[in-house]
């Protein structure tokens, strides 16, 4: 899921029609989809989708026809020009829901475009140096040099907790990562040193590393607005999302030349073929290679 999705939500909520009906549906599509492991993020899309669409089709469940699916996703696409990533999105959450909670193959020849694969915006060392020294010293800089030096999503950091760190060796652990995955983070050293003091300090005993002054877990949300903040305070003209460092962490421990396959580790990258788009970003390598024309011999030089 990606970090703009806000206005797709509420888009898609002015959209939707209660009923009995559809509350049943929806309730059971949640319940198969947390059986599932899906992630509360997913599932929360997936209902607002079905709930969107059964008020469009306005049928009992088991009487919508393929037409009908193929009738309301072409809306989506020509009526409210969604993109080819939601359109996807769309059509996975009502796959899911017909063929996995009524049992109705329906949806298995119904094509959507794929999503593009655009190469991620980085922010440069220099940039991140800026929104280090233009961050809050405290909780806010340590957040900032967390995401960066561990490559965490957002959501991982704001529910991390003291026992999920070895700080003494340097290492962590994300527990229910995307796709419910446990997985091993590295740790930079200065930031332990960081992360110790901080803690000490700390008034409020609470188990969360990044908490509020009442001990509860900071929010996704705020850390988002604390970063946007923070990079325009750094005067970064570039958008600046938690999910920025994280592509800016993984590019450049490639340029660094670390392993392709330990950075899929550390990122919980499932595919090698999702981490293989930072090998389009990396551009150090790329600037060390000789263009042939100089490198010819007794060619005319221009007047």
């Given at each position: 899921m990606n970090?703009?999705?806000?206005?797709?939500?509420?888009?898609?909520?002015?959209?939707?029609?209660?009923?009995?009906?559809?509350?049943?549906?929806?309730?059971?599509?949640?319940?198969?989809?947390?059986?599932?492991?899906?992630?509360?993020?997913?599932?929360?899309?997936?209902?607002?989708?079905?709930?969107?669409?059964?008020?469009?089709?306005?049928?009992?469940?088991?009487?919508?026809?393929?037409?009908?699916?193929?009738?309301?996703?072409?809306?989506?696409?020509?009526?409210?020009?969604?993109?080819?990533?939601?359109?996807?999105?769309?059509?996975?959450?009502?796959?899911?829901?017909?063929?996995?909670?009524?049992?109705?193959?329906?949806?298995?020849?119904?094509?959507?475009?794929?999503?593009?694969?655009?190469?991620?915006?980085?922010?440069?060392?220099?940039?991140?140096?800026?929104?280090?020294?233009?961050?809050?010293?405290?909780?806010?800089?340590?957040?900032?040099?967390?995401?960066?030096?561990?490559?965490c999503r957002v959501s991982e950091a704001a529910k991390l907790k003291a026992e999920d760190l070895d700080l003494g060796n340097f290492v962590g652990r994300v527990r229910g990562g995307k796709g419910n995955k446990d997985r091993t983070i590295i740790l930079s050293k200065a930031w332990c040193a960081e992360i110790k003091a901080h803690l000490k300090k700390k008034k409020v005993k609470t188990p969360f590393i990044f908490s509020k002054k009442n001990g509860k877990p900071i929010s996704t949300d705020t850390i988002q607005r604390m970063i946007r903040e923070t990079a325009k305070k750094a005067g970064i003209q570039k958008e600046v999302t938690p999910h920025k460092l994280r592509h800016s962490y993984a590019t450049h421990l490639l340029e660094a030349g670390e392993n392709i396959r330990k950075i899929q580790e550390l990122l919980g990258h499932s595919n090698l073929n999702t981490t293989q788009i930072y090998t389009q970003v990396s551009t150090e390598e790329l600037r060390k290679v000789v263009s042939p024309l100089d490198k010819l011999r007794g060619r005319p030089r221009a007047p």
């Amino acid at each position: 899921m990606n970090e703009g999705s806000g206005a797709i939500e509420e888009n898609a909520a002015s959209n939707n029609t209660k009923s009995p009906e559809a509350d049943a549906a929806v309730k059971r599509l949640n319940q198969e989809l947390v059986v599932a492991g899906y992630s509360p993020r997913t599932i929360k899309m997936y209902c607002i989708y079905l709930r969107e669409f059964l008020g469009n089709v306005k049928k009992r469940p088991e009487e919508i026809s393929r037409e009908d699916i193929v009738g309301f996703l072409a809306g989506k696409k020509s009526n409210e020009n969604v993109s080819n990533a939601t359109l996807a999105l769309v059509h996975s959450s009502l796959k899911f829901y017909f063929h996995n909670v009524l049992r109705r193959k329906i949806i298995e020849e119904i094509k959507v475009p794929k999503k593009a694969k655009k190469i991620p915006s980085i922010l440069s060392k220099a940039e991140i140096v800026e929104l280090i020294k233009a961050s809050e010293p405290g909780r806010d800089r340590l957040i900032v040099e967390f995401l960066y030096s561990s490559g965490c999503r957002v959501s991982e950091a704001a529910k991390l907790k003291a026992e999920d760190l070895d700080l003494g060796n340097f290492v962590g652990r994300v527990r229910g990562g995307k796709g419910n995955k446990d997985r091993t983070i590295i740790l930079s050293k200065a930031w332990c040193a960081e992360i110790k003091a901080h803690l000490k300090k700390k008034k409020v005993k609470t188990p969360f590393i990044f908490s509020k002054k009442n001990g509860k877990p900071i929010s996704t949300d705020t850390i988002q607005r604390m970063i946007r903040e923070t990079a325009k305070k750094a005067g970064i003209q570039k958008e600046v999302t938690p999910h920025k460092l994280r592509h800016s962490y993984a590019t450049h421990l490639l340029e660094a030349g670390e392993n392709i396959r330990k950075i899929q580790e550390l990122l919980g990258h499932s595919n090698l073929n999702t981490t293989q788009i930072y090998t389009q970003v990396s551009t150090e390598e790329l600037r060390k290679v000789v263009s042939p024309l100089d490198k010819l011999r007794g060619r005319p030089r221009a007047p």
